[in-house]
Structures are given as C-alpha cells and as structure tokens.
C-alpha cells in the first residue's frame, strides 16, 4: 500500500496537521552523559556524573560550560541545542518534559535510548532589527562602527536603519528583519541573535557578505509576516508504478508510463487545474486521494519529513513542483500556504 501521507505519520509524527494554523513547536538543549557501551545500562558512575551536571545547572553554571565538559552526544559543538520541535519528534522521556515545561525548566535526569540526558526548554524565537553595511560600498566596516558608536551615544535604531542600512527591504521597516528560530546548528547573524538581550545592541558583526548591526526585539510584538518560513502547507500528488515501495499489487503501469503521466498532470497543474479535483481521480496514494491530495502542514527539515519534500519551500507559493523522484512514485507537490 503506498500511503504517502502515512510516510509522514509513520515516521513517529502522531498525526498529519490539518488545522488552520501549524502546530506548536518547542525547542530544547540537553546534555547526554551516555552509557559506557551502546544500549548498556548505565553504571552508578555514570549517574553521579549526570546528577553533578544536573547540580551545576540548577546552581546557575552556563549551561554551554556543563555541556563541555560533561556531555558526549552530537550536539555538544553547539552548547547542546538540538532545536526546534514539533511534539511527538523526539524520543519519548525528551518529547513529554519538553512539552510540559516552561521556557528555562530544567529536567531531572532523563534515561533515555541515548544515554543519560538533562534538558532544558529554551527560548524558540529571537527577533531582530538590522542595520547592514554592504561590502560593496566603501568602508562598511568603519561606517558599521561609526554607526555603533551612535547608538550607543542614543541615536534611534529604526531612523538610522532607514537612513544608512544597505539592506534597503528591511530598512524601509525601520530595520525589523527577521524572526529567527532555534535551530541545531546557528551561526554568524542567527547565533548572535540568540546570544543578546531584549533591547540589546550587538557590536559589529562580520559576514561574507558585509558588516552589520542587529537588535533584538521581543518577537510578541514583531510582524510574523518576518518569521522564518519554517511551516508549508502542502499538497501533493503521487503517481506509482507497479515496483514503486508500497504500490498495489493491481498496478501494472511501468516507471516510465507513470513519469508521462505524472508529467502530464504537472502540466495541467501549471495550466490552473484544480489540484484538490486532480488528487481525487488520479493520486495512488489512497489516503492522498480521500483527502485531495492535502498532506497538512510540512515542516522545514524535519527528521520526520522526506527530504525531497523540502523542495516545496524553494518553489513559488502556488506553483506546482517539477516531477520529483521518490521512491514511493513519481510526485508533484506546491505550497499552498
């Protein structure tokens, strides 16, 4: 049986997301202090070791100082932040504490698959306003600091935005950028974002591309219009061949007759056919099919999403996408919010 939208389901999602919003999403860090061989039971060495981790956190250590030094899972390069979350992604001890904590809780120790872990529920969004100096105009650099020195001195944020920064969509904003989201693995502007204070002006920032300025605001008050576009709602049409992964047995069209067609409904798609009314009449996905197609809302990459679905944020709201491979058939997708 093909089942496309039970590819995502069956992939720990609890549910496909078909409410009018997207789901709630959390974002955590941890420190693993793991068995001493994979899938051992922990020793009592290994218990001290956590708990004292655990103690420095709840004593006020830095929480990236205790990862250092006592956490061996693959997030340690990154202070130990995993992300951002949907509920019902990570294993289960992790995925209940996240979803019953508040911002800035910290676990007892968890005995999880991984190991021993402590975690802790972070702040998921940090919204900033921007200034940016251009390495194509002259000086960026000593008018990134010249401009600093200002603020400092008091200036306003959004008036000197307007007036100097080279990144003329977010100036005409007064400087409001981005909402950005806690993800594994921030770096240059999105790292730093999380790194200041509500209010806080950051020094001069370097990047490939330039110098730049940010100060973060509080995302409840931002427009989420400038939240990273994280969440697709997605619509997709799978056409299989009789060897495609979960093709019904009663399907007897070869691989290339399958692309033809799957090609002609793309074109179809292009032309203003009604995908919902295409869905219905030509997708093997049975599930797809009751449903016209509507796989709910798709998050961003996702461990739990195919990654050839993330094409769907890379293509025009509204278009449909090239004839993508899988190995479920030949699919068509577009991004409908």
Sequence with gaps: MLLLVLV??????????????????????????AAAARGAEPGD???AKAERARAEVLAGVPFESVVERYSSGPSRPFGGVLGTYTQGV??????????????????????????????????????????????????ARARAERAHAELVAGADFAALARERSDERESAERGGLYRI???????????KAAFELAIGEVSPPLETPIGWHLLKRLDAATFPEALREPNFARVRALTVAW?????????????????????????????????????????????LGRAHGGDLGWVRRRSPIVPNWLDVVFVTQLGQPTEVLATEYGWVIARRER
């Design 45 to 47: 060495a290994e218990r």
């Design 90 to 139: 990570l294993i289960q001890e992790l995925d209940r504490f996240l979803f019953e904590a508040q911002v800035g809780d910290t676990s007892a120790v968890l005995e999880t698959s991984a190991g021993l872990q402590i975690a802790q529920r972070i702040e998921r969004d940090a919204a900033v306003a921007l200034i940016q100096f251009s390495n194509e105009q002259p000086d």
């Design 242 to 286: 009789s060897r495609a992964k979960g093709a019904s047995p009663a399907l007897r069209r070869n691989q290339d007759e399958a692309r033809i067609l799957a090609e002609d409904l793309r074109r179809r798609l292009a032309a203003g056919e009604d995908m919902e009314t295409l869905a219905r009449f030509h997708d093997d996905d049975p």
């Design 180 to 190: 950005f989201e806690r993800s594994p693995q921030d770096a240059l502007l999105k």
């Design 8 to 33: 995502l389901q069956s992939l720990l999602l609890p549910r496909v997301y078909r409410e009018d919003v997207p789901p709630e999403t959390r974002a955590v860090r941890v420190i693993v202090v």
